[in-house]
């Protein structure tokens, strides 16, 4: 029973719909959409088709206009569509409308995430955040009969003179989302005095946009097992490894992954796991260099860094990865249109981002394990400068360690 619900959770149909906006350009619209179906796939959806309209705006009622909904609605019906995920947040009106036209299933960007965060928490914790995350967002959508919410409390004495179905209900996620905090805080207090046990080891975390090869550089380094696949967010819940590089051991943290256009509510709420970035020593941004928009991942994931992590002057190393998957395409000589993202050599790349960082950065690929040697000296490098700053009379252990190493 269970392998035929996984098979037909795998197998459901969906189409995806977008906007072109004079915020939001064609190119842009179709990334965002390209990113979307990833999500798709990820929460166990087939997609099968993209429409996209330019507008000035969204349609206050349907998201797209008349004309389009209907051209969605034809489609839907011929080819026995289940399911519309728009790619933006839609509010309770538009759900509602779309709903009442098309007759399927409606999911917006948000609610999508929301499902892969149920499908993949694995521990109390991280179900707890996930639960949290999806009563905050449901908290403001309240425009239905949730009886379901009613029978978990209890309706009988429950409704005051005059109380609407939707004040209980509201009333009730309230409840619910005041519980989980609740929760949320114990175990912090609880992860907060495993940090403290773990003494004064320097501690390094590895941070970045979502499926960019973290997992799979925690496994290398630890020579652990981390659960790492070729999905979004397939990494939920912080995992910890004590690291050794010649003689230094340091703690490696693999933490969630961001993505563009994630609410600050849902990110709230994995703000226990993100501790473990705050009290780094040291960030390690992992980047797809192979993506062709690399470039707005890394400003996403140190926008996000800054305005929910606190983490705006904390050290940080650049490690791009994937080089084994990295292609471009050279101009010609007679070309004479700028050069775009495209057009940019990996060897160019490199001398740029090293000029940049300062030599804090190092291009590797962790899955054909190329420049990790590299990467373990810059990493022992950083880890030995944070050490000797808390214990400067180990100072002549290094020296020591150094001067047998060269013998």
Not at 203 to 220: D, E, F, P, W
């Amino acid at each position: 029973m269970k392998d035929m619900m996984i098979n037909k959770e795998t197998t459901e149909r969906a189409v995806l719909v977008g906007l072109i906006t004079p915020t939001q350009g064609e190119a842009k619209a179709n990334e965002y959409l390209d990113e979307l179906a990833f999500l798709a796939d990820t929460a166990g959806a087939v997609t099968v088709m993209r429409f996209l309209q330019r507008l000035d705006y969204p349609n206050p009622r349907t998201f797209v206009g008349t004309g389009k909904l209907e051209e969605i609605k034809q489609y839907v019906e011929d080819n026995e569509i289940g399911m519309v995920i728009f790619d933006d947040d839609l509010s309770t009106k538009q759900v509602s409308n779309i709903e009442k036209e098309l007759q399927v299933k409606i999911l917006d960007r948000t609610s999508l995430i929301l499902d892969i965060f149920a499908k993949r928490a694995q521990t109390s914790n991280a179900k707890t955040q996930v639960e949290l995350a999806q009563y905050q967002y449901l908290l403001p959508r309240l425009t239905r009969m949730w009886t379901h919410l009613e029978r978990q409390r209890g309706g009988i004495g429950m409704r005051g003179p005059g109380e609407t179905q939707i004040e209980t209900d509201r009333r009730i996620i309230l409840d619910k989302i005041a519980r989980l905090k609740a929760e949320l805080k114990s175990i912090d207090k609880q992860k907060s005095i495993q940090r403290k046990n773990r003494g004064k080891l320097t501690r390094i975390a590895l941070v970045g946009y979502t499926n960019v090869g973290k997992s799979t550089l925690m496994n290398l380094l630890s020579k652990s097992e981390v659960f790492a696949e070729n999905k979004l967010f397939a990494t939920l819940d912080t995992t910890v490894r004590k690291v050794i590089i010649d003689n230094l051991p340091f703690l490696l943290t693999d933490t969630v992954g961001f993505i563009r256009k994630l609410p600050t509510h849902l990110v709230d709420s994995f703000k226990s796991t993100l501790d473990e970035v705050r009290d780094a020593d040291l960030l390690v941004h992992v980047v797809d260099i192979s993506h062709p928009q690399f470039e707005e991942q890394i400003e996403v994931v140190n926008k996000t860094l800054q305005e929910v992590c606190e983490s705006k002057d904390k050290p940080m190393i650049m490690v791009f990865n994937k080089i084994d998957a990295f292609s471009y395409v050279p101009k010609d000589e007679d070309d004479l249109t700028p050069r775009t993202r495209e057009n940019i050599s990996l060897e160019e790349l490199q001398s740029s981002w090293m000029a940049k960082m300062h030599d804090n950065c190092v291009f590797i690929s962790a899955k054909k394990q190329t420049n990790i040697d590299t990467l373990k000296e810059l990493l022992y490098a950083k880890a030995k400068e944070i050490h000797l700053t808390r214990f400067p009379y180990n100072d002549f252990l290094f020296q020591k360690y150094d001067e047998e190493d060269l013998v």
